[in-house]
């Protein structure tokens, strides 16, 4: 009877109170992408609720929220964790001596990161929002924080299969796949291919092609390579085909892994590229690749 006594009471007061007209400016180093949502603490139930506002209007260029309301105490913005997934594309390419650039194109940004053997710079996108961070050398996990609290939503959590459509694959071929990819990302670019979300969870399909210059890779230099556990091999297949065909490229072998299946093709300075490689440096590309599950969430 308290406990319903202390409800009647508290549904009376909300009856009774007055609105109230608020507002406030969003962080300056905020992005939202969508209109944010708002939010109000409630004690009594130790949770975040986003009922109670109403005439809830957003100014975009000024970043200002107005709105009414009977409840006075914490209130924040939300936005969908996951409005950037699945990603459109992506593609990580050497840029110069011991860096690449890499691309990720989502839903609603597109952002690009140069990485080194330890630091990692913002490129792009130019929101004024993101003033602060842009072209300043940051350590990957400390960027990849700040990102993540500008509200670039890139970063897929641990539960995120279950609110977004993703190419389902084994997780030890997806681990291999990244740790292959960054071995190699001196010398060989890789990128989205189409077949990957068609080719089942034991397998990856993924575009590579050498290339040691800072240009982007002409379009017929990529080519497919289908990589299971134990068993790699470059496909006769291109994404510019209508179907999917399971045929070995010509003239090319089958490899344990991604890395050896790149080196059967590579030139001698790729080869002498890819050997001097600092570990750093791979460790840097892979916390990118392992942070973004581009395999997976594109």
Same mark, same amino acid.
């Given at each position: 009877?308290?406990?319903?006594?202390?409800?009647?009471?508290?549904?009376?007061?909300?009856?009774?109170?007055?609105?109230?007209?608020?507002?406030?400016?969003?962080?300056?180093?905020?992005?939202?992408?969508?209109?944010?949502?708002?939010?109000?603490?409630?004690?009594?139930?130790?949770?975040?609720?986003?009922?109670?506002?109403?005439?809830?209007?957003?100014?975009?260029?000024?970043?200002?929220?107005?709105?009414?309301?009977?409840?006075?105490?914490?209130?924040?913005?939300?936005?969908?964790?996951?409005?950037?997934?699945?990603?459109?594309?992506?593609?990580?390419?050497?840029?110069?001596?011991?860096?690449?650039?890499?691309?990720?194109?989502?839903?609603?940004?597109?952002?690009?990161?140069?990485?080194?053997?330890?630091?990692?710079?913002?490129?792009?996108?130019?929101?004024?929002?993101?003033?602060? /961070?842009? *072209? @300043?050398?940051?350590?990957?996990?400390? =960027?990849?924080?700040?990102? #993540? %609290?500008?509200?670039?939503?890139? &970063?897929?959590?641990?539960?995120?299969?279950?609110?977004?459509? /993703?190419? *389902? @694959?084994?997780?030890?071929?997806?681990? =291999?796949?990244?740790?292959? #990819? %960054?071995?190699?990302?001196?010398? &060989?670019?890789?990128?989205?291919?189409?077949?990957?979300?068609?080719?089942?969870? @034991?397998?990856?399909?993924?575009?590579?092609?050498?290339?040691?210059?800072? %240009?982007?890779?002409?379009?017929?230099?990529?080519?497919?390579?289908?990589?299971?556990?134990?068993?790699?091999?470059?496909?006769?297949?291109?994404?510019?085909?209508?179907?999917?065909?399971?045929?070995?490229?010509?003239?090319?072998?089958?490899?344990?892994?991604?890395f050896h299946c790149l080196k059967e093709g590579a030139s001698p300075d790729a080869t002498k590229t890819m050997s001097s490689t600092?570990?750093?440096?791979?460790?840097?590309?892979?916390?990118?690749?392992?942070?973004t599950k581009v395999l997976t969430f594109s």
């Amino acid at each position: 009877e308290e406990g319903g006594e202390a409800a009647l009471s508290q549904i009376t007061k909300e009856l009774t109170w007055p609105l109230l007209n608020m507002s406030f400016t969003v962080a300056p180093n905020a992005i939202f992408t969508e209109e944010p949502m708002l939010a109000r603490w409630e004690d009594s139930q130790q949770c975040w609720r986003t009922d109670g506002f109403e005439d809830v209007k957003f100014e975009e260029e000024t970043g200002k929220i107005s709105f009414k309301s009977q409840f006075i105490g914490p209130i924040v913005t939300f936005q969908d964790s996951y409005n950037n997934m699945p990603f459109q594309s992506w593609e990580i390419r050497p840029h110069g001596p011991g860096c690449v650039i890499f691309t990720l194109i989502a839903a609603s940004v597109e952002i690009e990161i140069s990485i080194k053997e330890n630091l990692c710079c913002l490129n792009s996108p130019e929101d004024y929002e993101l003033d602060g /961070i842009r *072209n @300043k050398w940051l350590p990957s996990h400390i =960027l990849i924080q700040k990102l #993540m %609290a500008a509200g670039i939503n890139v &970063f897929p959590s641990e539960d995120a299969d279950k609110y977004v459509s /993703i190419s *389902n @694959k084994e997780d030890e071929i997806e681990t =291999l796949m990244y740790e292959q #990819m %960054a071995l190699a990302s001196s010398a &060989f670019a890789f990128s989205w291919s189409r077949w990957n979300a068609d080719c089942g969870e @034991k397998r990856m399909i993924v575009r590579g092609a050498e290339n040691l210059t800072t %240009a982007p890779v002409d379009e017929d230099m990529w080519k497919n390579y289908s990589c299971e556990p134990q068993k790699c091999y470059t496909l006769k297949c291109t994404d510019d085909d209508d179907d999917l065909f399971d045929e070995k490229l010509e003239e090319t072998q089958f490899h344990p892994d991604l890395f050896h299946c790149l080196k059967e093709g590579a030139s001698p300075d790729a080869t002498k590229t890819m050997s001097s490689t600092p570990y750093g440096f791979v460790d840097n590309v892979s916390t990118w690749l392992f942070a973004t599950k581009v395999l997976t969430f594109s």
